[in-house]
């Protein structure tokens, strides 16, 4: 048994699943530090994120001139300059530390958590807190399908940074004890993967036996959620994306039963090939034009609006 109060740091991209994953494990007496991020529309129960840690991980962001789901390879490095830069690892640690002195065991998502996950592991080791991560696995097609009326540069770079951010995670939660969580179990058939879950990452307080908590989540989860069934034939992306998409998604959909060196270095081969991959699918015509047009060359109205001709970003010329 695990000394000291426990935080659960769940993983995912936008849309993937986290906050239904957090409110479950939020019934069973983790806490969710508040303030928490308002409900609106899409998600009228809230998404269980704390205010603090999404204003923060926006701010830093910001900074770092990175999307939350940037496809750029880089983007990893930008984040930790930017970081380093915002001490941003002693702001999580005085914060985390105050939270769980008030609170005890902690649940912390936000889709933006995966930039940021190695000062959130070292904040909690520094507090005496017993750190573990939970990744909540959807398909790609669901993840960026969601917005399949997205121009065709959109859709490309949406795809790609669904893939610079999974295999990012993945390398970075090796750091503590984790678990994976499908998505379309977590909706179906909650029970079974976040028992799993909970035993393998030694989070007592999730109990089977709690039948309140079990008919509290029963209630919470909303098996409607999965609304998104896209195909590839619905995302016209390049033929070397879409096959590194399915690659990383084969290997992600081992991970809840094959957590082992040979998937690891499966991971750690499809690590290697992305920036050539992504190099490729990001040399089109148009966008190179786009880079190298000066940006005093663009139109004002263009230019205010951040946005290039054909799409491309100024602020990554």
Known sequence: MTAGPRVVYVTGPGNSGTSTLAGALRQFGLTVPRPEVSPDAPDPRGPSEPQWVVDFHEALLHAADVDPADPRPLAWHLVDRAGAEA?????????????????????????????????????????????????????????????????????????????NLMLGTELATRATPRAFVRYWDLIHDWDGPVFDAATALDLPMVDPYDTSAVERVDAFIDHTLHRVEVTWDEMPVPAPLRALADDTWAALDALPEHDDAVTRAEFDRLRALYPYVHRKVSESPARRIARIVPPAMVPPPVRRAGIHPRGARLRRA
């Open 87 to 163: 001490d941003a690892a002693g702001e999580i640690r005085a914060w985390l530390a105050a939270r769980t002195a008030e609170h005890g065991d902690l649940v912390i998502t936000d889709p933006r958590l995966l930039w940021f996950l190695e000062h959130w592991q070292a904040a909690a080791a520094a507090t005496g807190a017993a750190a573990s991560c939970v990744t909540v696995l959807r398909p790609p097609t669901e993840v960026v399908g969601s917005r399949v009326t997205d121009d065709g540069d959109a859709l490309v770079d949406r795809l790609a940074g669904w893939i």
